[in-house]
């Protein structure tokens, strides 16, 4: 938009859609404030900088206050100033003086700069947040700015990967290519550098088949974190759930994301978001006023029964309240414009179960649950919930309705605990291994509903997982308070960093075991982005605030990680090769084809089978899995049967050697193809029934032949 073009127009506009919308001859601007007394749109330079004009909305419909400018054009920033009750103890905090963010802004100019004029209060006031502030907060806020939609998407199609042959990749845009060397120094930690020859090639090469990223919404950077020099790198504080976050983009447009997302769509990549609709960066009754607190607190917030605080479920201060059904509506909205106009494949939802709260006790099939499961655009993405929050009754593992998947925490749990060598935890192991029908069967939902991992972004690496007993967050500046102390970690032998060559060899292994149990598991498995080249964090495990080296991946490998690299390659091509893996329902423990033979059997270190009894045994921690390829039963896409080799999996979680006997079960003689004790995991020679099997200390063994018929 000409700097020079006046504003001299305002029309009345229309109520819907809500949010700054230009349809090739003016724009609209619509609000919704139910307790707003007046509602004026603040018109700024290209810059952002400078107040140009003030118009006031005077139509008014359904609590949607709107208006129509012929004049104005793609570009133009602006942002809303509104009048109000400020009476906190009633829930009402508007404060006329600040200027406020449009929830539904799909593209923002500028960064926010902490002052103290942008809280709605008197920072240092007797009264506190009941003080009122007159200041005006403008030349300390970004804008909004009025967004071209137009892009050539160039015939872009979803990949639409079946959840059975889901490879997630949980990565943070920044982070992943912030010192990729083929990457141009000038794309480094953006989303175009995403969309680069070198990171597609290693994507592929890899074998992940969905990027889940770290938020990308637009967020600030925490007060308190500015103050101690940090910054808030993983992105849990929004402030605008339309708006791509502006610091991961190059060129300073959105379409910078379109392009990514199309670039990975033709590579046949999936592109899934971390979304953050919980919570908002305003914060507790003491934060900021910036978006919704101004525009109307009491609608968009879960407030408490003293009205001046708020319902916190998500231990940042505030809870949407997706009880209101404006604020319902922001983030369906939300969701559908990120599928229809920025095309991506799915949501992992953050805190998810504070989105089910009504009255605030969680609800299954509370309306948020109903509008997805109807919604004819969202109930055909992926959905994947964070399955608790920190209210009462928020750990929901294995409730959400179906169509749900879930981040299955008692899967990385007692992987953890396993491979760490508990005693006591090998029925749970099995039950995680073969896809948790405990937590999801008797819902009639299916393996695939568990997300499987044993790292993520929040806690430690896998490389940290197996050097540290304990964590060192030190770099937060909290002292070492922060982060979780329930790792279920172990260093093998020697704290953090070390020559020693045993227990370097021990955590090679290590990891070997927890890439390949993974991506054996039944369910769908997410791999932390580095963790297949042995990231290390030094120790943090809640790197949230460290946008530096110690969050970055680094590509200068040496000849360990190049063999972790490949490990990790082939086990995620074993995985993509045999449907034994990859299976759509869980095992039943039925007899094949009226024969013996079992789908899948459990087998003692002597060959036979484990009675119920001996599951319990706290000394227990070697047992094999036979998986039979007879019995998968499934069919493909025509209908057919779908067969595959027999699997034989010995695992051994003691420090010593187990010798493990071949079980005499008819059939070809196993190939060994995986022994993670070697160094590149490889495994070398043929077995025969009755012949053993040296485990050695810590290690797991595959072996494989053609399938046997019962």
């Known amino acids: 938009m000409s700097r020079e073009t006046p504003i001299t127009t305002a029309w009345p506009g229309r109520p819907y859609p809500l949010g700054a919308t230009w349809d090739g001859e003016g724009v609209n601007f619509a609000l919704f404030s139910e307790h707003a007394q007046a509602v004026h749109l603040a018109v700024f330079d290209p810059s952002g900088r400078r107040e140009r004009h003030r118009i006031e909305l005077k139509e008014r419909t359904d609590d949607i206050w709107h208006c129509y400018l012929p004049e104005a054009r793609p570009g133009l920033a602006y942002g809303y100033y509104v009048r109000g009750p400020y009476k906190p103890e009633e829930g009402h905090r508007f404060n006329h003086h600040k200027l406020l963010l449009d929830p539904y802004a799909k593209d923002f100019i500028g960064r926010l700069r902490w002052n103290d004029a942008l809280f709605g209060y008197t920072l240092g006031h007797r009264k506190g947040d009941l003080s009122f502030d007159r200041r005006d907060s403008a030349s300390f806020m970004p804008k909004c700015r009025v967004l071209e939609p137009a892009f050539t998407w160039d015939g872009d199609r979803r990949p639409d990967i079946p959840w059975t042959d889901m490879v997630i990749y949980e990565m943070?845009?920044?982070?992943?290519?912030?010192?990729?060397?083929?990457?141009?120094?000038?794309?480094?930690?953006?989303?175009?550098?995403?969309?680069?020859?070198?990171?597609?090639?290693?994507?592929?090469?890899?074998?992940?088949?969905?990027?889940?990223?770290?938020?990308?919404?637009?967020?600030?950077?925490?007060?308190?974190?500015?103050?101690?020099?940090?910054?808030?790198?993983?992105?849990?504080?929004?402030?605008?759930?339309?708006?791509?976050?502006?610091?991961?983009?190059?060129?300073?447009?959105?379409?910078?994301?379109?392009?990514?997302?199309?670039?990975?769509?033709?590579?046949?990549?999936?592109?899934?978001?971390?979304?953050?609709?919980?919570?908002?960066?305003?914060?507790?009754?003491?934060?900021?006023?910036?978006?919704?607190?101004?525009?109307?607190?009491?609608?968009?917030?879960?407030?408490?029964?003293?009205?001046?605080?708020?319902?916190?479920?998500?231990?940042?201060?505030?809870?949407?309240?997706?009880?209101?059904?404006?604020?319902?509506?922001l983030v369906m909205d939300s969701l559908r414009y990120w599928v229809e106009e920025m095309h991506v494949d799915g949501f992992r939802f953050d805190l998810a179960s504070a989105l089910a709260r009504e009255g605030g006790v969680v609800q299954h099939l509370g309306g948020f649950f109903d509008v997805i499961r109807q919604d004819p655009v969202l109930n055909r993405v992926k959905l994947i919930a964070e399955p608790w929050d920190l209210g009462a009754g928020g750990y929901q593992v294995g409730n959400f309705p179906p169509g749900w998947a879930e981040w299955n925490d008692r899967y990385r749990d007692g992987m953890r605990a396993y491979w760490k060598g508990d005693g006591g935890v090998i029925g749970e192991f099995a039950r995680r291994l073969t896809g948790s029908s405990d937590l999801y069967g008797r819902s009639g939902k299916k393996p695939l509903a568990s997300i499987n991992f044993i790292t993520a972004h929040d806690g430690f690496t896998l490389h940290d997982l197996v050097a540290y007993n304990g964590k060192h967050n030190e770099a937060n500046g909290e002292e070492n308070r922060d982060g979780s102390d329930n790792n279920r970690s172990w260093n093998c032998g020697a704290e953090g960093v070390t020559d020693d060559a045993a227990v370097l060899a021990r955590r090679e292994r290590q990891q070997r075991n927890f890439i390949a149990t993974l991506l054996l598991s039944q369910g769908v498995p997410m791999l932390l982005a580095g963790d297949e080249l042995g990231r290390s964090q030094g120790g943090n495990n809640n790197a949230y605030c460290q946008d530096n080296e110690i969050s970055w991946l680094r590509w200068d490998l040496s000849s360990m990680q190049e063999a972790q690299l490949r490990f990790t390659q082939m086990l995620i091509n074993l995985r993509r090769s045999h449907p034994t893996f990859r299976r759509r329902d869980f095992f039943d423990g039925r007899a094949l084809f009226g024969g013996q033979l079992k789908d899948v059997l459990w087998l003692k270190p002597d060959g036979s089978e484990m009675s119920p009894q001996e599951w319990e045994h706290e000394h227990a921690r070697c047992l094999g899995m036979y998986l039979a390829g007879a019995a998968i039963g499934d069919v493909g896409r025509r209908g057919r049967p779908v067969y595959d080799d027999d699997f034989l999996i010995a695992f051994n979680a003691h420090a010593e050697e187990v010798l493990f006997t071949v079980p005499d079960i008819p059939g070809e003689a196993w190939r060994v193809v995986i022994d993670t004790f070697e160094p590149e995991g490889l495994g070398d020679g043929l077995l025969n029934a009755g012949e053993r099997c040296a485990l050695r200390g810590r290690s797991l063994v595959v072996l494989t032949r053609p399938m046997a018929m019962a």
Not at 188 to 200: M, N, Q
Not at 311 to 324: I, M, P
């Open 172 to 329: 943070h845009v920044r982070g992943f290519t912030m010192r990729h060397p083929e990457v141009p120094d000038a794309l480094r930690g953006t989303y175009a550098a995403l969309a680069t020859a070198p990171v597609i090639t290693y994507l592929k090469r890899l074998g992940v088949t969905t990027l889940e990223l770290l938020p990308v919404h637009s967020f600030i950077n925490d007060h308190y974190l500015v103050q101690k020099g940090l910054q808030n790198y993983w992105g849990y504080n929004t402030l605008g759930f339309f708006a791509p976050e502006m610091r991961y983009s190059a060129s300073e447009k959105v379409k910078e994301f379109k392009t990514m997302v199309r670039t990975l769509h033709s590579a046949g990549i999936e592109v899934i978001l971390d979304v953050v609709y919980n919570h908002t960066c305003e914060g507790h009754q003491l934060g900021p006023t910036l978006s919704m607190r101004g525009m109307d607190n009491a609608a968009y917030y879960m407030l408490g029964e003293d009205r001046r605080y708020y319902a916190d479920y998500t231990g940042c201060g505030n809870t949407v309240n997706l009880e209101h059904p404006r604020a319902l509506q």
